[in-house]
């Protein structure tokens, strides 16, 4: 992973002292680890597009290596279409000068699979506040989505079970109320006397004739 390096300040001069060409190297290894290791598409863009950097999981994205990756823009690995809506919120960051969020369908170029991923681009800038370009984090929330979804088509079919078992009882109540009209018709009492009796939500009262 060849990923730039970033120079650090600081202000402490006791780190200042202490830091050393050995202690950079370990920084920059650890960096590379990191960024390898986290599941999550990262890549690093600069101000005109060209990636600059990217994690093994954006490689599977694009279906190249970083060393093909690099140089490029986005117009060489994807339709136009997506490759303009990438340069878009690429522009948007920037403009901003603040972290966008986007989600977007992508299909990985390693193994054709679809991914619903939440992204987050951050314009980054160097030491001396000039802008040099965007970087980008994408997570899969596919599977969330997919939890989402279910959860929406259990909840409707819950409502759709209530509305109709609702409808089924109050169809119920009607014919126990013409029951008992036609009864009254001939001077009898009432067959089902809880037909006649309601709460204040609308439902009978359960009463013996049951």
């Not at 089924?168 to 009898?188: C, F, G, I, P, S």
Request: charged share 30%; proline share 5%.
């Amino acid at each position: 992973m060849m990923w730039p390096l970033i120079k650090m300040t600081t202000t402490d001069p006791v780190a200042a002292v202490t830091s050393s060409p050995r202690d950079d190297a370990e920084q920059i290894r650890l960096l590379r680890t990191l960024v390898s290791t986290i599941p999550d598409l990262i890549w690093l863009k600069d101000t005109e597009g060209v990636y600059l950097a990217c994690n093994p999981m954006f490689e599977r994205f694009f279906g190249a290596s970083e060393a093909t990756i690099i140089g490029k823009t986005d117009y060489a690995f994807l339709d136009r279409e997506l490759a303009d809506f990438f340069r878009e919120h690429d522009r948007k960051a920037m403009l901003a000068d603040a972290p966008s969020v986007n989600m977007e369908w992508v299909t990985f170029a390693d193994d054709g699979h679809k991914a619903l991923l939440e992204t987050i681009k951050t314009p980054m800038r160097d030491s001396a506040g000039r802008l040099i370009g965007v970087l980008g984090i994408a997570r899969d929330i596919t599977a969330n989505h997919e939890f989402q979804e279910q959860l929406a088509a259990q909840v409707a079919e819950l409502r759709r079970w209530r509305e109709a078992t609702l409808g089924r009882e109050m169809r119920v109540l009607e014919l126990k109320r013409e029951v008992n009209e036609l009864l009254a018709e001939q001077a009898r009492p009432p067959r089902y006397a809880s037909a006649e009796l309601q709460s204040g939500d609308g439902f009978p009262h359960p009463g013996a004739d049951e």
